[in-house]
């Protein structure tokens, strides 16, 4: 008798925590989502600045640019280009008077067959562009630099290319 009370009070107890259970489970689950709340995507490098500091037109940076900040930042461009005249090529062709001279055009300098596809002349708006994003500017160049993300760096960089004369 004694037993038969325990296994009941025992069947009861067990019982009512599965009840439970099953009452919390239904009033705590959400459906599933049909699709993701938010789709993530991935910012380039510069689009990612872009949207951190508001972009003003390249006329306003190359404005205030200022060349001997600009001769500062272009020692990133060092290890591969000369900036001297007649101080020839290195791993990049010599950069000294570049700024309205035609692309690929730089004696005794190979370069890439996309940089000399791509044509024209170097004014300080296409820098600006190629040195936003070489890759993106001229697919397929072998210029490996990644680019420079601020505006003002690249102004200034411009600024410092046209005062070499
Ligand atoms: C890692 C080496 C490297 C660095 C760093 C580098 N460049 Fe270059 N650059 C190259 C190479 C290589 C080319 C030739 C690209 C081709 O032929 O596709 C090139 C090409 C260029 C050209 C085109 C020249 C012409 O006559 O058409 C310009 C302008 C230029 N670089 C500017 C810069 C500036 C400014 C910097 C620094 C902010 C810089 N580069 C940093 C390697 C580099």
């Avoid at 008798?1 to 259970?21: F, Q, R």
């Avoid at 003003?56 to 060349?67: E, G, I, Q, T, V």
């Avoid at 600009?70 to 290890?79: L, W």
């Avoid at 072998?142 to 005062?163: E, H, N």
Wanted: with cysteine.
């Amino acid at each position: 008798m004694e037993t038969n009370k325990l296994l009941a009070s025992v069947l009861v107890a067990g019982i009512i925590a599965m009840m439970a259970g099953f009452i919390a489970k239904e009033l705590t689950e959400t459906p599933p989502l049909a699709k993701d709340a938010y789709t993530i995507a991935a910012p380039t490098q510069a689009t990612a600045v872009a949207t951190a500091v508001k972009l003003l037109p390249f006329k306003d940076y190359m404005a205030k640019a200022d060349a001997a900040k600009g001769a500062q930042t272009a020692q990133v461009c060092g290890s591969c280009h000369v900036f001297t005249k007649g101080g020839g090529n290195g791993i990049g062709p010599n950069l000294f008077g570049v700024v309205g001279s035609k692309l690929a055009d730089v004696a005794g300098y190979a370069f890439s067959d996309a940089m000399k596809a791509k044509g024209g002349s170097w004014t300080p708006e296409r820098l600006n562009d190629w040195l936003t994003d070489p890759q993106k500017f001229v697919p397929g160049t072998k210029m490996t630099f990644t680019g420079l993300p601020d505006p003002q760096d690249r102004a200034d960089v411009i600024k410092y290319l046209q005062s070499l004369k």
